[in-house]
Nanobody, 125 residues
Framework: QVQLVESGGGLVQAGGSLRLSCAAS????????ISWFRQAPGKEREFVAA????????FYADFVKGRFTISRDNAKNTVYLQMNNLKSDDTAVYFC??????????????????WGQGTQVTVSS
């Protein structure tokens, strides 16, 4: 019912910036929140940032506060993640995920019904 496609990943040196995009299609009216997660080799998937579709509240993991910014363009059904001052520890596959209306929770992967395929971010040091 919902499809998500991430883009914008790549290779960057420490201290550099990237902007990731998550484009949603299908029954997008069912979405009430889109969030970003990441997973590094040998590590569990972890929450990065969240943006509700219909209110201005945003949420961030402590390790990205002050460096990453999540934003949305509802007319384009797209959510962005601006990543500044990247560190080697930010190297991971980044996924976007959609929570459907009627669901609750922010940081747990289990509350999100749809996921993109991921985009690789590699930060060299």
């Amino acid at each position: 019912q919902v499809q998500l496609v991430e883009s914008g990943g790549g290779l960057v040196q420490a201290g550099g910036s990237l902007r990731l995009s998550c484009a949603a299609s299908g029954r997008t009216f069912e979405i009430d929140r889109i969030s970003w997660f990441r997973q590094a080799p040998g590590k569990e998937r972890e929450f990065v940032a969240a943006q509700a579709r219909s209110d201005p509240m945003t949420f961030y993991a402590d390790f990205v506060k002050g460096r990453f910014t999540i934003s949305r363009d509802n007319a384009k059904n797209t959510v962005y993640l601006q990543m500044n001052n990247l560190k080697s520890d930010d190297t991971a596959v980044y996924f976007c995920a959609a929570r459907l209306r009627g669901s609750s929770g922010i940081a747990s992967p289990s509350v999100y019904a749809y996921w993109g395929q991921g985009t690789q971010v590699t930060v060299s040091s």
